[in-house]
């Protein structure tokens, strides 16, 4: 007779096994089925000794899992036949599926009756489950094919591998390795070496598995089924069946939770011992520190809270969620202790929890967290949240078993982190004493922390019991300092001089007039960066012919050369650019055109090896000023000559010097114009920095406090602290320890060129005093200066910079002769800019007068201008009487006009 287990005993293994839960409810809709389709009563039956194996397992098994789901597959087609009138055309098909359950059955069951070692090692085992999935994968698409069944679920569960684990990979290994299976099935030596390397324990019963016939066995399983088959009412296992999915969803009711460690949903019911796999450390780029493995390495009870007796992946990503951020935490008291030897802490903290983690709301339920140790995976540690109820809790064990230890992160005396309740004399809890210790102190520093356990409150001032200290003493004297040492070229900060303006060379009745100063490498995108320097302006071309005298200018091409100061020849820029201009381009009387240009320059050859971007200057120009010349031709091939000029201003790139700069050291490398700094800083008021080295290299008390130790502990008081190395520059820094006071008093700083430049040939050598620092009236002692052993670098000299600022090739000047122009036209160009100027405010002025009375006006202007003489005011009299014929719209031409005579009679 079949013998099911009792239906309570065997529950809590179903809700463990989803795969088994989800059998049982297919086994259940069969027996509703079998009433009215009796043939397929030996299913049911075959599927109740499934379930009465799987529920008795002790262990989960994934080549097991995996056959169920297959099965589960393959016979949830048959559950189509409660809609299928024709049914017995499929009783061919039905006798496949129970014949492929009664082999399942039979493998099932002959694996499960082997140990742990003999699953692994008999290379059969993983042989039989690939044939038996492909089987149920045969036969579940005749069930399809036969009940006309659209399949539109996923069916990878049918074409998916038999899962193989590490251990499956291990032992294959071992028995190709060690002779074969038919050595390991008759040699107990290397079994027993197999169950050492994977931890298991070796039985006496293990050599008898091993050494029989898997084949036999299912042989036997098969006749074992069919008794079974024949034996038992299909009734009764339908009752049993029946009894046993009411009590599955029985249990479906029951309140759900969610497992912290696992992630799952659970029932209380169903929990128990090994019912939760996880890992035991945070992940990290999808690998797990506690075993390496994807497959979860813990097995306990689900947990619907979260806590600190053994560690699991999401209690650190709950913990560091809290600790993770400023706004969670309102801290009452906290001790922390350095160890100066291994630079590890020992720490504890208690306070109240206001958020869950950081831009959370806050929480309105009062909290308290308490923290002892670090929270790492491999750490000891303590991290709880308690609320009134759950310190209340903690007060009643405390009074029935008198131990008001919280927690301890070793029992080791020379280093530890503790918390500790204490008591009133009632034995109600009234607070925490924190404490922490290192090896390289040698009190423990403790504080006491009143709190009220109704309110979650602190309930008084934490008073500090003790206090480690590193006894530092106060110098008898001022500490001096050698100055900076400065080796090498220093790059200048301010201009070489002023930028020139230069006149136009031409006949032509143009004037030129920049708009704005040139600018070199300013635009977003740079042509062949690195190599080349591009140079960039606008010019404002105005003809200044009058209208009269309708002398047109068309210009139809333009090139570019250009010289440092210094050199005697112009040369071939290396391309140019005139932005939209397109030649010709003509220029009426009066009026005037836009031209942008940009010249692109070649650097030299060890200019291009430094393959330097330059945004906003140019690096051909560090040391000799660029001059531009622009050469305009008319249709007549006459030329028009503008030279435009770039002196390099370094002011807007160079760092400066802060106030709070401790030390400010600088090297220059002038061929590329770079300046390499460090500095040494103050830290700012308020924080626990004492001093900034560098960019972010920040020294507290305690850094200080090790520091000074370690120059204790080795006799050295030159203590190098860090050094950075770029392809520029490279630094280093040393801190000096004087230890007669015990302390840092200086800091020395070495600045050369970096690892891009093989020849060494500037540096600088320079010495920060450190703060004094130190709590309390201190002690005071003789000072003593470190042993310093670092010397200032042998240099390699420096070539000469060879700088030029100004030059006479471009001052010559061209006078444009009356021939060129008009009378008025060539007055104005033997002046200054600022005529040019006063000759545009006519040009705009005329701009709207008629031709005729503007022509009739201008004749009169050029015979008072020819008389022109020492009495400019008479002059101007005589011209505004004639002009005033003109009407009203030649007031503004008037008003120019006398600016013009004014700065002609200077």
Known sequence: MLEGSQTQDIISNIEKNPALNHLIQLADKLVDIGKSVPFIAPAFIILKIIIDIEQKARDADAKCEDLLERINFMVSNITVLEKVEAIDPLKVVIEKTISTLKSAASLIQAYRKQGAIARRLNMSNSQNFVQMAQKIMACSQDLMLSLQIQQTGDLSVLSRSVPVDNQDKEAEIFVSTHGGQSVINCNPELVEKFAEK??????DQVMDQMQLNVGDILEENQSRIETLLKENSSNAIADTIKALA???REREAEQRLTCLQCGKEYREAANGAGACSFHRSPEIKGTFTCCGQKSPCAFSNHRSVHHCEYPYTSFFDYAYGIIGYGSTIDKWAEVLETDMATNIDQYASVGKLIRWTGYHEEITQPLMIIRIGRVNFGSSYYFQVLDVDAIKSVNAIVRQTGKTLIFRTVQDESEYSMGEWTLDDAGVINGVVLSSKVATS???????????IETVSLSGEVQTLSQSRFRVYKPAEPYTFPGIRHVGHIARDTPLREQREFKARTKL???????GKMQANSGPFMRGVGENDQFEGTLRIFNKALPSSEAY?????????YRLVGDKEYKDVRSLSLGNTKFPVSIAPTQSVDISFGAYIHRNAVQVALDEVCRGWAMIALHHPVRIRLTFKDIEDQEFVFVQEYVHDPRDY???KASNDILFLQIHDVFSAHRSVMRIKKGDEGSDTIINIGEDRKLSVEDLNLIVYEAEQTGVTEVHLRDRDSDLFKWDAWALVDLSCRR?????????????????????????????YGEGNLEERPIRYADEKLLFPELEPEEVLNVVSDDDVDDDRVVVTAQAADPIIAIATAASSSVAAAISEVSKATNSLDAAVFSSGVATLEKKLESLGADV???????????GSLGADVTRMATALEKLVDLLSH
Not at 509 to 515: A, D, E, G, R
Not at 553 to 561: D, E, G, P, Q, R
Not at 873 to 883: D, I, N, P, R
């Open 198 to 203: 994977m931890q298991l324990t070796m039985s």
């Open 442 to 452: 040698d009190t423990a520093t403790v504080k006491t922390v009143p709190i009220n």
């Open 246 to 248: 009411a009590e599955v």
């Open 744 to 772: 840092v008093y200086g800091f020395k700083v070495l600045l050369m060129q970096g690892s891009s430049r093989s020849k060494k040939t500037t540096a600088a050598l320079g010495y920060a005093p450190c703060p004094i």
């Open 654 to 656: 160079l760092v400066a």
């Open 873 to 883: 005011t008479s002059g101007m009299a005589t011209l505004e009487k004639q002009l």
């Open 509 to 515: 009745p143009l004037i030129v007039i920049p708009q």
């Open 553 to 561: 200018v068309t210009l139809v091409s333009c090139t570019a050369h």
